[in-house]
Structure formats: C-alpha cells, structure tokens
C-alpha cells in the first residue's frame, strides 16, 4: 500500500513556474510508473505527464511538452512535476498516482493503482 502526498500547489501570474511535489510513504515507488494528472471544474481527469520506473521514459501531454517536466528521485521516494510558462488554461487540482501493474507508461487514469489528494494550481491572467 501506497499513500502520496502532493505539496507545492498555488496561486501564480501567466508565466510563472510552479513545482510540485509528491511524496510516497509505505512502500517503495522504484517500480511504479508514475503519473501527475489534472482535473479542472467541469472537466476530465487528464494526464498532464508520466514517467518511467527508471527515469529513462516520460510522457507530457500535448499541452505540457516543452512546459512541463516531470522527475523522480526514487531514494527519497518523491517524484516532481516543474511546470514553466504557466498559462491560465493549466488552472487545475493536479494529483499525484502510482501505477503499479505495468512495463509501459499509462496514459488512462483508470490503470493507476494510488492517488494523492490533489493539489490546487490556479493561474491567473
């Protein structure tokens, strides 16, 4: 059993940067893919980026590639999400999962395994 914690949300200018956190207690994440994803009033949950056991692969979305950058650091347990050039379209809860079950990199929300309680990124103009 996995528990995340997300940390780092806030109240931030168009072109701002944001970093959030995620820490993971009571086990390891070295073998879990993980997943920052976000959800808007109104909307979907949507990936936003993900990123192998290894580091070695991520996956942004369309509308985060170039902006966003997604990180691990499994001998602490955390991965980050730096986020760059914040538009107000990013406005968002965003949560941290943990996807326990596969090689590839999940795209879908539903093949996350462990969910954070989210953290409230609001991008003004």
């Known amino acids: 059993q996995v528990q995340l914690v997300e940390s780092g949300g806030g109240l931030v200018q168009a072109g701002g940067s944001l970093r959030l956190s995620c820490a993971a207690s009571g086990r390891t994440i070295r073998n879990y893919v993980m997943g920052w994803f976000r959800q808007a009033p109104g909307k979907e949950r949507e990936i936003a980026a993900a990123?192998?056991?290894?580091?070695?692969?991520?996956y942004y979305a369309g509308s985060a590639k170039g902006r966003f950058t997604i990180s691990r650091d499994n001998a602490k347990n955390t991965v980050y999400l730096q986020m760059n050039s914040l538009k107000p379209e990013d406005t968002a809860v965003y949560y941290c999962?943990?996807?326990?079950?596969?090689?590839?990199?999940?795209?879908?929300?539903?093949?996350?395994?462990?969910w954070g309680q989210g953290t409230q990124v609001t991008v003004s103009s």
């Open positions: 999962a943990a996807d326990d079950a596969g090689w590839t990199i999940a795209t879908m929300a539903r093949n996350y395994d462990y």
């Open positions: 990123i192998s056991w290894s580091g070695s692969n991520a």
